[in-house]
C-alpha cells in the first residue's frame, strides 16, 4: 500500500528524497514557497511557507510522514529565528495531524568534540549556530510523548547541485573550470563528508522505519574519513589537472569575517577543524547499521566526488556571487600590516608547507 508523504524542502537533499519516493510509487507532496521547474512527474506540488503554522498544517493534512530538508541562507542572524519557527511549526503540524516526521540535522549542537560523534552524545553548543540548533533539538524531543521524530544528523554535504559546501562551487567547481580549489577551511585535516545521494537514501530508510526507531537521532554513514586535499587529489587527477589548493588558515577567518560574512560564519563553527583532530561522525546504533549494510550506506561510490565535479561544471550558474578568496584575504592582510609586509610574506609563504598568509598547494 503507498502512502502520501509531504516533503518539505526541494533543494539538493529534497530532490532527491522527492525522487526515490516517487520511483517506488509513494504519493509525494512537495511543499515549497514555489513550484520546482524540474519536479517530478506525477508529485503534487502545494504552496508553503514553513514560518506559517497554517501553511504547514495545510501542507500536512492527508499524510502519514513528513519529511523536513528545508536549508536557510548561512546566517546565524538568520538561523536565530527561522530554525525554532520552523521546527515549532513542524512538531505542532505533525502533532496535530499524527504524522511521522523525519529530519535533516546538523551537527553542530554537539560542539567541540575530541572524539567521533555518536548519537549518545549531549548537547554542548559552542558559538551561535551551535546554540541555536541545540535549542531547536530540544524542540521536538521534549514533544516526544506528542508527535514521532527521528533527525539523521549529518555533517557536511557535498555531491551533485551543492554549491554553498566546502566542497562545492568555490572547490569542486573551480577544479572543473581549470582554476585552484578555494578552500576557507584547512586541508590537511581529516573530515567527514556525506555525499548527498547517500543522505537521501539514509533519510528514506528512516521513513521506513519501525516506530522504535522514532524519538532519537541518527548519525549519517559516511565514506572512509579523508582531508579536503585528498578529495581535491582525487578531482584534479580525474580532471587530468595538477592539484592546486588555496587555503585560508583559521586564524584568519575572523579578520576576513570583518568584510567576508559567510567567512565569519565559517569561524563560528571553527572547532570542526580543530587542530588535528578528525571531524568523524559514528552510527552507534546496531540497527541502523544492519540497514546501511543492505541499502550499501556504509560504502559508498569510491569516486563519489568525481560525480560531483562533472555535474557541479555543468551547474556553475549556481555559484553564488561572493568576491574571490584570494583576492580578499589579501584585502584583509593589507589593511592589518600594510602592503609591503604582505608582498614579502606571499613570496616567502610560497616556499613554504604552511604560509601564515594562505597556503598554495602546488
Request: charged share 20%.
Amino acid at each position: 500500500m503507498t502512502q502520501q508523504i509531504t516533503v518539505f524542502g526541494f533543494g539538493a537533499v529534497g530532490r532527491r528524497i522527492v525522487e526515490i519516493l516517487a520511483a517506488r510509487g509513494d504519493r509525494v507532496r512537495v511543499a515549497t514557497r514555489n513550484l520546482p521547474a524540474d519536479l517530478p512527474y506525477g508529485v503534487e506540488h502545494m504552496a508553503c511557507d514553513v514560518l506559517d503554522a497554517a501553511d504547514v498544517r495545510r501542507a500536512l493534512a492527508g499524510s502519514a510522514q513528513a519529511m523536513l530538508a528545508v536549508g536557510f541562507a548561512y546566517d546565524s542572524r538568520l538561523w536565530k529565528t527561522v530554525w525554532p519557527t520552523t521546527m515549532t511549526n513542524l512538531v505542532e503540524g505533525c502533532a496535530d495531524a499524527g504524522t511521522r516526521l523525519v529530519l535533516i540535522d546538523n551537527l553542530y549542537q554537539l560542539g567541540a568534540k575530541t572524539k567521533s560523534r555518536t548519537e549518545d552524545m549531549a548537547l554542548t553548543p559552542t558559538g551561535k549556530k551551535s546554540a541555536i540548533l541545540a535549542d531547536v533539538s530540544r524542540i521536538w524531543q521534549a514533544a516526544a510523548d506528542r508527535v514521532r521524530v527521528a533527525a539523521l544528523r549529518c555533517t557536511d554535504f557535498y555531491g551533485p547541485g551543492v554549491a554553498v559546501s566546502h566542497l562545492g562551487a568555490s572547490a569542486f567547481g573551480e577544479q572543473a573550470k581549470g582554476k585552484p580549489a578555494q578552500l576557507l577551511v584547512p586541508a590537511t585535516i581529516p573530515h567527514d563528508f556525506a555525499y548527498v545521494p547517500d543522505i537521501a537514501r539514509a533519510a528514506v530508510v528512516l521513513l521506513d522505519a519501525d516506530d522504535a526507531d522514532f524519538g532519537q537521532v541518527w548519525n549519517m554513514p559516511c565514506a572512509p574519513t579523508r582531508t579536503p586535499r585528498e578529495l581535491l587529489t582525487i578531482g584534479a587527477a580525474t580532471l587530468g589537472e595538477r592539484l592546486r589548493v588555496w587555503a585560508v588558515p583559521p586564524g584568519l577567518l575572523r579578520p576576513l569575517g570583518l568584510f567576508y560574512r559567510f567567512a565569519k560564519e565559517v569561524a563560528d563553527v571553527g572547532f570542526t577543524w580543530i587542530g588535528h583532530i578528525s571531524w568523524t561522525v559514528v552510527s552507534s546504533r546496531a540497527a541502523l547499521a544492519s540497514r546501511q549494510h543492505r541499502s550499501r550506506l556504509a560504502s559508498p561510490p569510491p569516486f563519489a566526488p568525481l560525480r560531483a565535479i562533472v555535474e557541479m561544471a555543468g551547474t556553475r550558474h549556481v555559484r553564488p556571487e561572493r568576491p574571490d578568496l584570494r583576492n580578499v584575504v589579501l584585502a584583509v592582510l593589507t589593511a592589518l600590516v600594510g602592503g609591503d609586509v604582505v608582498d614579502q610574506a606571499i613570496l616567502v609563504g610560497r616556499s613554504m608547507t604552511h604560509c601564515w598568509t594562505m597556503t598554495c598547494t602546488p
